[in-house]
């Protein structure tokens, strides 16, 4: 590995316009031990060069021994490694276990006043490319209880602790299955609520609580639980909230996943569902008044119609029958649509959807009071359905986007929404932001936007539909939507082709039914690829 002959200077763990890898002498307050250190470690391109570790304020202070000593492994690892791939052959070939203890005593750390920061400088041996320590691990030999290169390979540099990560913008992803207790002492402590742990893979993980935080702070709830998928938020939801010979009430248009779960799932637990009208409020009382319902549950706007229900008028209903009121948001999403602010509950998402935003990621979330949310927690660690902390990462990542993406998706959805309803090919068009739809004034008083996907029907039977959606350029033939990508199906097809045509329409879903999801395209492209496929048909 070939190193520099001059000392090098690492900037300390912060931002800086200006860092200096350069080797220059450095300002007055540099002490003659720090040009010493320098001199010393001038010895040629057979070792490498003295490094000066900077460190912000107190940062020495603030770091335990056991993370001081791990970020000095990661430099013996690297040095280790390098005598390895220079010196494969050699008579003098050091074993890994006895490189790391050789590495932790051969310098001596020198201390360096440069005032406002704490500096260390490391004298570096220049034989064998033994190399960097941080100051007070000279004389310690942490992995000395190790004996084979392959425990070393392991523990070395984790074992007996970590490195505090500080300074990266991203959040890092933290794969683990399981967290470990230092001392049995530690276990105790944990499990009598006296020292904090995930404990396990299934009960949480640091990078997914960065993205629950997240949702929270956008839905202005006071906890979020992220899962594995939309529908297991559904699900796991109703399974935690509805109790066994429960009733709930529920709408027509909705996610068909969710409609069978509640007509065929529930009944086995005893649970009963009242289905109504999106819009029927007097179903609503009735159903409060008749029933014991523990909860309402509906999509606003619902799929694929994109009805909307008045939240804070049916919140206050149920709330008078002490019945708890779940809004799925995923339409809307939390920038277009505050559910909890309107008088809801619980609001759910799939985080698919909108949140995830580039069509490569599962999950679903719902944000609440810590008292219902720790409730379905509660079941969710013993169903499962954790969300892998790589997903969670990509949640992160795209709700970084997320309002600009919404921006656009929201003005392009409308203006093809008055497009399409203008066009002669074009029977029928489902969307919220439209005066012709029958929610519209429900839709303008609790949405800030009316989203990214509109449902129109097409001028023509199954096949005709076909031919349109065929003729499309631009959108994907796929069963989402609310990414990055334009995204068109026909649900007769996608979503209920294994019934007959007049079972579908008694869903309301016809042949000649599109939905079609608009990603962050150009508007100007997307309106000329829509056009040609109406002309094509």
Request: charged share 20%; with cysteine; glycine share 8%.
């Amino acid at each position: 590995m070939a190193a520099a002959s001059c000392a090098r200077v690492l900037p300390p763990f912060e931002c800086r316009s200006d860092p200096d890898f350069s080797g220059a002498p450095r300002p007055e307050k540099i002490s003659a031990k720090l040009r010493a250190a320098e001199n010393r470690g001038a010895c040629g391109g057979a070792g490498l060069s003295s490094l000066i570790f900077r460190f912000p304020p107190n940062f020495v202070r603030q770091l335990s021994t056991k993370a001081r000593r791990n970020c000095s492994n990661i430099g013996v690892a690297q040095v280790v490694a390098a005598s390895w791939s220079n010196n494969p052959a050699s008579d003098g070939f050091t074993p890994a276990a006895a490189a790391v203890d050789a590495a932790a005593a051969a310098l001596e750390p020198v201390d360096v006043d440069t005032g406002d920061e704490k500096e260390v400088a490391v004298e570096n041996g220049c034989c064998n490319g033994i190399g960097v320590q941080i100051d007070g691990l000279s004389d310690d030999k942490p992995y000395s209880f190790l004996s084979s290169d392959g425990s070393v390979a392991v523990h070395a540099g984790e074992r007996l602790g970590r490195g505090i990560v500080t300074d990266a913008i991203t959040t890092p992803v933290v794969n683990t299955s399981a967290y470990f207790f230092k001392t049995t002492a530690e276990l105790i402590d944990f499990k009598e609520k006296r020292h904090a742990s995930f404990e396990y893979g299934r009960y949480g993980n640091p990078t997914t609580v960065v993205a629950e935080e997240k949702i929270s702070a956008l839905e202005g709830a006071e906890s979020t639980l992220l899962m594995a998928s939309g529908m297991c938020a559904s699900t796991v939801l109703l399974l935690a909230l509805v109790p066994a010979g429960g009733h709930i009430v529920t709408t027509t248009d909705c996610y068909r996943k969710t409609r069978i779960f509640i007509e065929t799932i529930l009944p086995k637990m005893g649970i009963k569902a009242t289905v109504i009208d999106p819009a029927d409020i007097g179903a609503l009382e009735s159903a409060l008044d008749k029933n014991n319902v523990t909860l309402f549950f509906t999509e606003s706007p619902t799929n694929p119609f994109l009805r909307c229900v008045d939240i804070k008028l049916v919140s206050k209903l149920c709330h008078d029958k002490g019945t708890l009121v779940c809004i799925d948001g995923t339409f809307a999403t939390p920038l277009n649509q505050k559910a909890l602010a309107l008088g809801a509950d619980i609001v759910l998402h799939s985080a698919t959807k909108f949140m995830g935003g580039h069509n490569d990621v599962l999950a679903g979330c719902i944000s609440g009071s810590v008292k219902l949310i720790t409730t379905v927690r509660n079941l969710h660690h013993i169903l499962g359905g954790a969300l892998n902390p790589n997903a969670a990462y990509l949640i992160i990542r795209g709700m970084k986007t997320l309002h600009l993406r919404v921006q656009q998706q929201n003005s392009t959805a409308l203006r093809m929404a008055k497009i399409l309803e203008a066009h002669p090919k074009v029977k029928r068009v489902y969307y919220p932001g439209l005066p012709s739809h029958p929610e519209h004034h429900i839709a303008k008083r609790q949405m800030t936007g009316f989203g990214g996907v509109v449902s129109f029907e097409v001028d023509g039977d199954l096949l005709t539909t076909a031919k349109f959606v065929d003729s499309l350029k631009i959108p994907y033939i796929a069963p989402s939507f609310g990414g990055c990508e334009s995204i068109v199906d026909q649900p007769a097809i996608m979503s209920y082709w294994d019934l007959s045509q007049s079972e579908r329409a008694k869903y309301g879903i016809m042949d000649n039914l599109v939905r079609f999801s608009f990603g962050v395209e150009d508007f100007e492209d997307v309106k000329t690829d829509i056009l040609q496929a109406l002309e094509a048909i």
